[in-house]
């Protein structure tokens, strides 16, 4: 049977398997010259038809990678693949393969035929298969090339070769191509196959077109390039299609819980509770709403709210303990306290599950009690108690060991094979013949042999043991000395007395049945020709009633009153019926069909209820001994209570359901990371000798960028997607470099600074752009919480958007700047100087104003029409004195056309006067 995954594994497979989805999409960037896709404003020295095809292709890739970034169906975007590489390379077809597991080897897959040659399918369990065609052939279903062979063909040839690609601009010619007639006919001169691998080189598929012009170096490196594309969203899908089945089974494991719950915070106050939890303490919802963990405790016991579930946790390392609680109407009563911490920005939350567990209590009072009573039973009957471990073969022993032979328990310390050196030689053989069979059958043990006392003489003993335990690995048992046959009766007795104790203080349900009445009713109904008999008995409600009154109970345990909350073994046997619900009533019609057919055991999870309304949840077993299968005289019932798995089931969804409102409700942006790579890193170069991180990052930039790589989002709430103007969390993790900014960088590496210094909490202020371009300023804090400084595995990041603050403080602060400029220029002109100082002062301030890195001042020479430069100011040449035309430069213009003018780029504008060419 398959190990069920619990609720932490999954989490773990979850944030294992987004961390593997945020590097492919982190490694998906593919570098061209300075590192982004070159477009026609970068591209020099080229002849322009050659320019014009690459700016057709540049355009056309990134038109397909624009479509690739959109959210769709995955054959649909490689389908986009294909029609991109026909209309912007002009391919005569093009074709995406993937590696997949073969399907059709034993369907008549033409490949499958081949037994010589080059083209033999050799490896069975995976090939090539055909998703996305496009151009001359865009079928998928052919029988040829909708499923290839791995190494096999020019196809499987490149997916299995050590080259990761193939081209060729002689198809007709190249060997590599198989059918060369082929080529010819259609006019094809060139091919080019590229394997499609993930970051670790994994085979994903392969990425194939023909076309009728030669394939120029650059077109191969930007297919290439898209190759690479296509290989990140391949592997994007696998890893996609993977969270998504775990997210599926997470979500699965928490849809049941039954137990009752608060959560409450680190100063105890209790923030959320269930009905359960109301039932159990019997204030209403709003009454819990407004207290504390401490008003729960019965006064005895309590302490001051603050600390009382933090510090069981943190403190004494526990999840589980046990308190005393008060009842609403004061009565008082033992509670065992399961508690679950999260961590959340707010601080930590802890879900406590609450269980009544008086009946355990005097359940274990009790058990202790006839414990005690029990040994002193044992060790005044003479009887010598062991316990064998079948697997380890120790022998724990007990009760008269000295009295029967003289040995310490110490001297008898050696498992089974010590006791056996015991056994009389005669008795040896049939000893060890009983104990091999009993290994196998399980059964019970009942032998007599001779055992040697300490004193050297051998007395008879009566051995008898029992396996206990679901895997049966370990057998209780006495042995008592039988020397004497006028003890037999005695030890008669003495035997019985022990198996009623241990029935009646069993801590299972047990009880003991007649069914032999109720074999006779079946037996008849079989006489009448009843073969199928589950159907009979849901069709026949009456028959189903008729068997339960037959249903005779020899004996029911003490554990049996405490689990069904009745008063005596007499109130129990007398009102079983009363315990039925429909779901038992369901069960007890399989259990009744299962003996008809013939089975002597069944065994079946079932609802019931207490007799005081509480409902229970059992695995229920119904067995048949042997010697009683054509009788049913005696049948053993047993139910083991499972009522805390299935309640915690249901708590695990309330838990997550409370997680997720606090989190993707807050209004602020909240970011879960998971920083221990960058911590790793980080102590890695203190080992190194660096101790001035600051300088360290000015030093050495690429370590900043190198830091933020090693980020592991585990989860950001919707406000963090809707400020960044994003539809998910996978389109913010494949534009999250794009948003980024110099200034982000600077922000990034003083938030590194700050954490490896030793603080837990950085703020600051950071700049970057979101999804519609636009730049935006946010407050931010990054925080350590408590128990992770050591690694960094958790850092949460809040950050609040002050865009329309800082805009408001730097208009406030240009015009303040504007009206000081304004006003030293008028204290200058209204001061008595000469012109030329005058000129150069307003050129001045008109440049720092307007943030310009030179200026000049041209005066206007109107009859001539010219314009000559009196004032030059930090150029790098001194054009003082120069005289350009009207219309000429931006000054001519100006003089010219008498209206103000800007020039973005002056030069590349095709007004610039000449003179200025070296400027």
Avoid at 99 to 120: F, M, W, Y
Avoid at 288 to 295: G, H, R
Wanted: proline letters at 2%.
């Amino acid at each position: 049977m398959a190990k069920e995954e619990t609720y932490q594994e999954l989490l773990i497979e979850i944030d294992s398997l987004r961390a593997q989805l945020k590097g492919v999409e982190n490694s998906g960037e593919h570098e061209f010259e300075d590192g982004q896709y070159p477009d026609a404003a970068r591209v020099e020295n080229r002849v322009s038809s050659d320019r014009r095809r690459e700016d057709r292709w540049i355009s056309g890739l990134n038109q397909i990678n624009e479509q690739l970034l959109v959210h769709g169906d995955f054959n649909d975007k490689m389908m986009m693949v294909t029609e991109g590489v026909v209309e912007h390379f002009q391919a005569d077809f093009c074709r995406i393969w993937i590696i997949n597991e073969g399907d059709r080897c034993d369907l008549g897959c033409v490949h499958a035929k081949v037994t010589k040659g080059p083209h033999v399918c050799r490896n069975r369990d995976r090939c090539l298969h055909l998703i996305a065609s496009t151009g001359r052939y865009a079928h998928l279903d052919g029988e040829l090339h909708s499923r290839v062979p791995f190494g096999s063909y020019k196809i499987g040839r490149v997916a299995a070769g050590e080259d990761g690609k193939f081209i060729t601009n002689d198809v007709t010619n190249d060997l590599g191509i198989h059918d060369h007639e082929w080529a010819r006919a259609l006019g094809l001169e060139s091919f080019a196959g590229y394997r499609l691998t993930s970051p670790e080189g994994k085979i994903l598929g392969v990425l194939a077109l023909f076309s009728q012009h030669r394939i120029l170096p650059r077109e191969d490196t930007l297919l290439e390039s898209l190759a690479k594309t296509v290989s990140h969203v391949i592997l994007s899908e696998e890893i996609q299609q993977n969270l998504r089945e775990r997210e599926a089974r997470y979500r699965a494991l928490f849809e049941s819980a039954v137990d009752a719950i608060h959560v409450s915070n680190e100063k105890d106050e209790i923030l959320e509770v269930n009905d359960r939890m109301c039932a159990l303490m019997g204030y209403t919802r709003e009454e819990l709403l407004s207290m504390t963990v401490s008003d729960l405790q019965a006064p005895e016991v309590r302490i001051a709210p603050g600390s009382i579930v933090a510090n069981e946790v943190s403190q004494y390392q526990v999840s589980v303990f046990e308190s005393l609680n008060i009842h609403k109407d004061g009565t008082l009563f033992p509670v065992e306290i399961s508690v679950s911490k999260v961590e959340t920005s707010s601080g930590d939350l802890y879900y406590c599950n609450l269980r009544d567990i008086s009946s355990r209590k005097q359940a274990e009072k009790k058990i202790l009690e006839w414990q005690s009573r029990y040994q002193f039973a044992v060790q005044a009957s003479g009887h010598l108690l062991y316990d064998w471990d079948s697997v380890s073969n120790e022998v724990t022993y007990g009760g008269a060991l000295h009295q029967m032979l003289g040995y310490s328990f110490d001297e008898l310390k050696g498992g089974l094979t010590r006791w056996i050196e015991l056994i009389h030689p005669d008795d040896i053989a049939h000893f060890n013949y009983v104990i091999e069979q009993l290994g196998a059958t399980k059964e019970k043990a009942q032998l007599e042999y001779r055992v040697r006392r300490k004193d050297g003489a051998y007395i008879h003993v009566e051995d008898s043991g029992n396996f206990i335990g679901d895997e049966k690995t370990r057998m209780v048992g006495f042995v008592k000395d039988i020397s004497e046959r006028i003890r037999a009766k005695q030890l008669l007795q003495e035997e019985e007395m022990r198996y009623r104790t241990l029935f009646t203080e069993s801590p299972i349900v047990l009880w003991e049945e007649d069914l032999s009445e109720v074999k006779i009713y079946i037996d008849k109904l079989r006489s009448q020709g009843v073969e199928d008999w589950r159907s009979y008995f849901q069709d026949n409600i009456p028959a189903v009633e008729e068997c339960l009154r037959r249903v005779k109970i020899l004996n029911i345990n003490m554990s049996a009153l405490d689990f069904y909350e009745a008063g005596s073994i007499e109130q129990l046997i007398s009102g079983l019926d009363k315990l039925f619900t429909e779901e038992s009533f369901v069960v007890f019609q399989e259990e009744l069909a299962a003996l008809a057919e013939g089975d002597t055991y069944f065994e079946s999870e079932v609802q019931t209820i207490t007799f005081m309304g509480k409902p229970l949840f059992a695995l229920m077993r119904v067995t048949v001994p042997k010697g009683y299968e054509q009788t049913w005289e005696k049948v053993f019932v047993s139910a083991l209570d499972i009522s805390e798995r299935i309640e915690a089931e249901e708590i695990i969804k309330a838990s997550e359901a409370r997680y997720r409102s606090l989190f993707e409700n807050s209004p602020i942006e909240i970011w879960e990371q998971d920083q221990s790579g960058i911590k790793a890193h980080l102590d890695t170069l203190i080992d190194q000798g660096v101790r001035d991180f600051q300088k360290y990052f000015k030093e050495n930039p690429a370590e900043v960028f190198k830091c933020m790589q090693m980020i592991k989002v585990i989860g950001v709430n919707p406000a963090a997607l809707e400020k960044n103007l994003v539809g998910s969390l996978d389109e913010l993790f494949e534009n999250s470099e794009n948003l980024m900014l110099p200034e982000s960088l600077e922000a990034f590496r003083d938030q590194l600074v700050t954490l490896v210094e030793g603080n837990s909490t950085f703020i600051g202020e950071v700049v970057s752009l979101n999804m519609a371009g636009e730049t935006t300023t946010k407050y931010i804090q990054a925080t350590i919480p408590p128990g992770f400084e050591d690694q960094w595995e958790r850092v949460y990041v809040t950050s609040v958007d002050i865009t329309a603050q800082k805009q408001a403080e730097e208009i406030l602060k240009r015009r303040t700047d504007e009206m000081s400029a304004l006003h030293a220029v008028t204290l200058d002109l209204t001061t008595p100087t000469e012109l030329e100082p005058i000129l150069e002062s307003i050129v001045a301030r008109a440049t720092e104003l307007l943030d310009g890195s030179s200026g000049g001042l041209y005066l206007c020479d109107a009859e001539n029409q010219e314009v000559r430069c009196a004032v030059n100011y930090k150029t790098e040449f001194d054009f003082t004195g120069t005289i350009l035309e009207y219309g000429e430069g931006a000054a001519g213009f100006v003089a010219e056309s008498e209206q103000p003018h800007i020039v973005d780029d002056y030069r590349t504008w095709e007004g610039r006067a000449k003179i200025f060419d070296g400027e």
